[in-house]
C-alpha cells in the first residue's frame, strides 16, 4: 500500500493536459500532484487541502469516479502493452502514449493483450477502462 498523505497549501498552477496541480504548501515550497484533468477542479487561489498518495517519486490524488460530463472524443482498440510507467501514468500500447493513473495500472505488464478504452481529455488520451483481450 502507498503512504498516504494530506497537504495544505494554495493552487498555483493547473495544466490539465498534463493532469498536473501545483500547490504551494509552505515558505519557498511547491508541490506537484498528478491525477486525470477531470479531478483538477480548483482554480490557481484556491486554498485546499488534499489527500494523496505516493507511487515511486510521484505523488497522486485518490482515483476516483469521473463526474457525470460529457467527453468529446473516445475510443476502444485491441493492442499489446508495450512499456508501463506505472509511477508516472503512463502506458504505451502499439505505439500510442496514454495517460492512466497508477491504480488503472495494477497487473499491466509488457507483452499483455488489453482493450483499452480511452478518452481524449484537454489533448492527452487517458485510460478510461482496461480489459484483459481474449
Known sequence: MQDRFVSQGVVTAIDFSAGVATLEVG??????????????????GNVVALEHRRYGDHEWLPLTEDPDISVASTATFHGTVERVDRTAGVLIVDGVKLRAHPEKLRGVMPGQRWIVSLENLSGSDWVKELMPAS
Open 27 to 44: 515558505e519557498q515550497q511547491s508541490l506537484v500532484l498528478h491525477a486525470k484533468p477531470t479531478a483538477l477542479i480548483w482554480i490557481p
